[in-house]
């Protein structure tokens, strides 16, 4: 079944932690993409990667980073350095040519305990 | 920068209402417009779009079209269903052909009551 796996569903973070957000895609889609959701502001970028080894900053990349080792694969890490990290993130991916749609994942919520 | 702005939310209706969701851009030159929707604890999907001026993007009894001369793209449907409660946003590419992913809106809460 063809589509985009985000994983965890739920994720809680201690203190001072590094926690690292998964998606994975069977799309064959080159270009993969992080985006924050928080309640009344919409989507925000993160980071988005065009192509295998190399990715970009996106509006709010301050506190996250991400790697892109494999076309399937683009994991984000918010670290300790994200003061605010509770949010919904969304993991999206886009086939190559203009006005192309994103496919989105079902997303993770990240809270802070 | 690229940016849409949409009508705030919550909007209220009753089933079979009339829906408008207003959404309006400011871009350089004329960018393909979206309309996503996002149902509860999910992620977003399209559910319409149109590439150039005056193009009428339609999906499940939805419609908009791209009207460059108000710089617009208001979602509307004739009657909404309870099914239709989600969240909607409107979108364009941060630059160029959107290779460098959407600029979106706010997003608009719809809650449609039986």
């Known amino acids: 079944d063809g589509g985009i796996t985000q994983s965890p569903k739920y994720l809680f973070r201690k203190e001072g932690q590094n926690v690292t957000l998964s998606c994975e895609q069977n799309l064959n889609h080159d270009a993969m993409y992080w985006y924050r959701q928080d309640p009344g502001q919409g989507l925000r970028l993160i980071y988005y990667?065009?192509?295998?080894?190399?990715?970009q900053k996106g509006d709010i990349a301050e506190g996250y980073s991400v790697s892109r080792e494999k076309k399937e694969s683009f994991p984000l890490t918010v670290t300790s350095a994200q003061k605010n990290p509770t949010a919904f993130y969304l993991c999206?991916?886009?086939?190559?040519?203009?006005?192309?749609?994103?496919?989105f994942g079902s997303g993770t919520q990240l809270s802070v305990l | 920068g690229d940016s849409v702005t949409q009508m705030e939310g919550p909007v209220t209706l009753s089933e079979e209402a009339f829906l408008t969701i207003n959404c309006t851009y400011t871009a350089t030159g004329y960018p393909s417009l979206f309309w996503y929707v996002q149902y509860p604890g999910e992620g977003l999907q399209l559910l319409l779009k149109a590439t150039k001026a005056d193009d009428k993007g339609s999906n499940k009894g939805f419609e908009a079209t791209y009207r460059k001369e108000t710089t617009s793209f208001h979602l509307e449907k004739g009657s909404v269903q309870v099914s239709d409660s989600a969240v909607y946003f409107c979108?364009?590419?941060?630059?160029?052909?959107?290779?460098?992913?959407?600029?979106f809106g706010k997003g608009t809460h719809l809650i449609i009551q039986p």
């Open positions: 990667s065009q192509i295998v080894n190399d990715f």
């Open positions: 979108a364009l590419p941060r630059l160029g052909g959107g290779a460098d992913g959407l600029t």
């Open positions: 999206a991916t886009k086939a190559t040519g203009p006005n192309e749609k994103l496919f």
